[in-house]
């Protein structure tokens, strides 16, 4: 389910550029935030009007903030859950990097136009929905851990083998492009999977788990952002270190903490 929820979450960044694009050649860069306004207004109304509340009155009425920070509190020191959640930020705060730095490398430093790096975008972009939608498949052959280590790895491995490369001095647009589409297509494995590990033990406290795992993911995202628009002058190579950083310390967390918590992950079953 998870999964699926990533591949259904992925198609806005295959659609967002393209339309930001369209948008952008047909009026101006003003005509993106009036249909951002508008959309939101759509969204708003129907929120308000199609969804119905979830949770019953008992628990609306008992909600109290002193109990919910003791749940976060418990759960973050909970090592069944902050070893798988810690490993996932950082290696998604890689996907962020390159949601902060790809423009300003692929536009000004490979002089793509606006509307050939949309298209590069999506296409990135598909590569995750992808793999999210054949994640499950690899959790029935090999097991959700054991898939999470392997595309973990390969991760490292991909982004490894992309920095040395521009180390040496082959800055070719075309192995930057291969490199950047297989790590972020390994990252539509890595973030489901990674979700479900962290969730799978918080049974009754599931939704502030997912919580705190969403504010504990944007916040590593925002920060290593942050860190890359300080290296934005050293263009692809700054981008492709600050990714291969967070990879390299997800993939090290994975074969190295992992390793006493194979007892407590009980596999799915797939009928």
């Known amino acids: 389910m998870i999964s699926m929820v990533l591949a259904i ?26 249909f951002l306004a508008v959309y939101a207004a759509i969204v708003f109304i129907a929120c308000a009007s199609l969804l119905p509340e979830t949770r019953s009155e008992e628990h609306s009425t008992s909600f109290k903030l002193s109990k919910t920070f003791h749940h976060y509190f418990t759960i973050y ?19 962020f990097a390159y949601l902060a730095g790809s423009a300003s490398v692929f536009i000004t430093e490979y002089k793509l136009t606006a509307t050939q790096f949309s298209v590069l975008f999506a296409i990135n972009a598909l590569g995750l929905v992808a793999a999210a939608i054949f994640n499950p498949k690899l959790h029935q052959k090999f097991g959700a851990l054991k898939t999470y280590r392997l595309v973990n790895t390969a991760y490292f491995i991909v982004i490894g083998l992309l920095f040395s490369l521009l180390c040496m001095g082959y800055h070719n647009l075309y192995i930057v492009c291969a490199g950047l589409f297989i790590a972020v297509t390994l990252l539509g494995f890595i973030m489901p999977t990674g979700s479900q590990l962290a969730l799978m033990h918080q049974h009754e406290h599931t939704g502030t788990a997912s919580a705190l795992l969403g504010s504990m993911q944007f916040g590593t995202g925002a920060i290593v952002s942050a860190i890359t628009g300080t290296l934005a002058a050293w263009g692809g190579l ?6 291969f950083v967070c990879a390299r310390v997800s993939a090290l967390m994975c074969n190295i903490l992992f390793e006493k918590q194979d007892a407590d992950v009980q596999q799915p079953s797939f009928k």
């Open 238 to 243: 700054g981008l492709i270190l600050v990714i």
């Open 77 to 95: 020191f909970d090592r069944k859950f902050i070893v798988y959640a810690l490993t996932l930020c950082i290696a998604q705060a890689g996907f």
């Open 9 to 34: 979450l992925g198609l806005s960044p295959v659609l967002a550029p393209l339309m930001g694009n369209g948008l952008q050649h047909l009026e101006s860069w003003r005509a993106i935030f009036i």
